[in-house]
């Protein structure tokens, strides 16, 4: 089954506890990318990946880093979290066809707060 | 940079058409315009994509005007599992892909 996979799910963690969640997808899709999502502001873009060892910061990247290793992962990696980052992620995947008209696959988030 | 003004929340009733429009006023000519639907604690998922004209799926319609400047999805004979939130997304096209503006969505509420 196609699918973009994120894990943990739920995290709850505390100020200054650098942590990882993982994205990985098995559709082969060039494009990756990382997003937030907050009462009221909808989705905002963290950072995507246009192939293997390509990436470019988003709309808000502030805390955060990737790395595209290989093309089916794309972690989000927050070195020092902060209270302003709980919040629910998304990561989405694309081939170039799909991402010129914005077709996205969604993972199904994963929930992180920070204490 | 074209970005979609939606409104915030809608309500219907069961078996209705509901039209959820989307205003991108800045859109540009390589622009495709999608629309996404979200239930709560799940990712978005793909409903519809358009450039122009009306689009139909087994899902839903999509009318975009000729000046492109708005569009509108149509929900055929609503359920209460169509009960969701709505997103339109202007995607940059080929030459800047990678650009996504989601905007804050429209909650739509399905009454029985």
């Known amino acids: 089954e196609a699918q973009v996979t994120q894990n943990p799910r739920y995290l709850i963690t505390v100020t200054g506890k650098k942590l990882t969640v993982t994205c990985s997808q098995n559709?082969?899709?060039?494009?990756m990318s990382w997003y937030r999502q907050d009462p009221g502001l909808g989705l905002r873009q963290i950072y995507y990946s246009m192939n293997v060892e390509v990436t470019d910061k988003g709309d808000v990247p502030e805390g955060y880093k990737v790395s595209r290793k290989e093309k089916r992962n794309f972690p989000l990696i927050l070195e020092s979290p902060s209270p302003n980052q709980t919040s629910l992620y998304f990561c989405?995947?694309?081939?170039?066809?799909?991402?010129?008209?914005?077709?996205?696959?969604f993972g199904e988030g994963s929930r992180l707060t920070v204490l | 940079l074209a970005k979609t003004t939606q409104p915030i929340s809608m309500d219907s009733y069961e078996g209705q058409e509901v039209n959820i429009t989307c205003s991108h006023n800045n859109i540009a000519t390589n622009d495709y315009i999608t629309w996404y639907q979200q239930f709560p604690s799940q990712g978005p998922r793909f409903i519809i994509q358009?450039?122009?004209t009306k689009v139909t799926n087994e899902v839903a319609s999509l009318f975009i005007p000729a000046d492109r400047k708005s569009s509108t999805l149509s929900l055929p004979r609503v359920s209460l599992s169509d009960t969701a939130v709505y997103y339109c997304?202007?995607?940059?096209?080929?030459?800047?892909?990678?650009?996504?503006?989601f905007g804050s969505g429209t909650k739509l509420n399905v009454k029985p």
């Open positions: 997304l202007v995607a940059q096209g080929v030459y800047n892909f990678n650009k996504f503006y």
């Open positions: 358009g450039y122009k």
């Open positions: 559709m082969n899709h060039e494009y």
């Open positions: 989405a995947s694309s081939s170039p066809g799909q991402t010129s008209t914005g077709e996205l696959f």
